[in-house]
């Protein structure tokens, strides 16, 4: 049984930092790739970025490119988002999510599995 858990998500200052991580489990086949998606109120979930269990290419958002960093740690289980640079358009709950056929598209009908999701505030 696959199972997504998200945590790292808080309150911070515009112009912070914060890492999530997203630790998984129960996966039955080798190559899948864990993204990461925010969802804000009322707006749609959007992809941030993903990452390759098998090999650790990943992909970005415009949005995300160079002040987000995505990576794993597969002795962990765990894929990390580093986000610096915080702003008040951030704010969101971040969800983690697995791509069980490694299509590496950051599209949200791609991922069937989820965590439950941690919320990110940015606030001064």
């Known amino acids: 049984q696959v199972q997504l858990v998200e945590s790292g998500g808080g309150l911070v200052q515009p112009g912070s930092s914060l890492r999530l991580s997203c630790v998984h489990s129960?996966?039955?086949?080798?190559?899948?790739?864990i993204a990461w998606f925010r969802q804000a109120p009322g707006k749609e979930r959007e992809g941030v970025s993903l990452?390759?269990?098998?090999?650790?290419?990943?992909y970005y958002k415009d949005f995300a490119k160079g002040r987000f960093t995505i990576s794993r740690d597969n002795a962990q289980s765990t894929v990390y988002l580093q986000m610096n640079s915080l702003s008040p358009q951030d704010p969101a709950v971040y969800y983690c999510?697995?791509?069980?056929?490694?299509?590496?598209?950051?599209?949200?009908?791609?991922?069937?599995?989820w965590g439950q999701g941690t919320q990110v505030t940015v606030s001064s």
């Open positions: 999510g697995a791509d069980i056929r490694h299509t590496l598209v950051l599209s949200e009908s791609e991922y069937v599995h």
């Open positions: 129960g996966f039955t086949v080798e190559h899948y790739a």
């Open positions: 990452i390759s269990i098998s090999d650790g290419s990943t």
